[in-house]
């Protein structure tokens, strides 16, 4: 039988864990009437609850299926994710979070898709009751942005809920180690035969969504910055604007006065619209030499503290 790696990344899961574990499992089952076996490779990201301990239960009750990582504090659910590419053994692997809001009936279509040949399925998202409006805006305009400033293009909607063969896995594995990254994108970006899924998302069986505004603005331009390199030409049309600009005032200086203009208001938006442009380009070129310091300081995605069933 082929084998199935759902990869599930879990941080302070400790109300939903053990209810995603018993529906999923039922799906696993079925998948072995498919000629499928499957293993959970459950990846512990630094809970400060009894996530750890109850996946360490359910590891020693389960210990055909259930592999677990556990790591020395919290990375981050990309590192989570990268954790369990790197220790999944199946034949296919398929990402999942460990709130249900990634429905695991879809555990079979995955599996038939892998066995019609395709090696790369992104799961499309049409809707999410849980999302409120403003989430749902900026969602949309991040794919939109991003599709126009990558020469890759990036499925809308797609998320972390998707599924690849051991041959992209070992892809991903060797080339893709960047410490700033976007796994959901590298995935769209390898090419390979490709096919989507879509899906509506589930209610979440508990707990809460752990990226505030200010952790989705941060993903949103590490994203930028992994996939464009757009705005570091920002300043050349900065420039060219500001200088046409300035040659259009001085047009207008020579046509309205017969020397020096005397407008004060006018100098100060001059140099404040100046200044602006200015302080936005420095800050998008160090956000560039942000990431360039993350590589260079070469800290590993994550540290394991404890493995189960390996």
Known sequence: MKLLSIVVSAYNEEAGVNEFYRVTKEYGEKLREKGWNYEFIFVND???DRTGEILSELAD??????KLISFSRNFGHEAAMIAGLDYASGDGLVFMDADLQHPPEYLLPITEAFDEGYQVISMVRTSNETAGIIKKITSGGFYWLINKLSDIYLEPNASDFFAITSTVQKVLMKNYREKVRFLRGY????GFRKTTIEYKAAPRIAGKSHYSIKKLFTFAMNTIMCFSNVPLKLGIFAGLSSGFLGFILLIYTLCTHDGAPSGYATIVVLLCF????????IGIIGEYIAVLFEELKDRPLYIIEDKKNF
């Open 46 to 48: 630094g809970s400060m």
């Open 61 to 66: 009750t389960d210990k055909e299926h259930i």
């Open 187 to 190: 995935v769209q970006n390898v």
């Open 274 to 281: 100046m200044f602006a442009v200015l302080f936005i380009v």
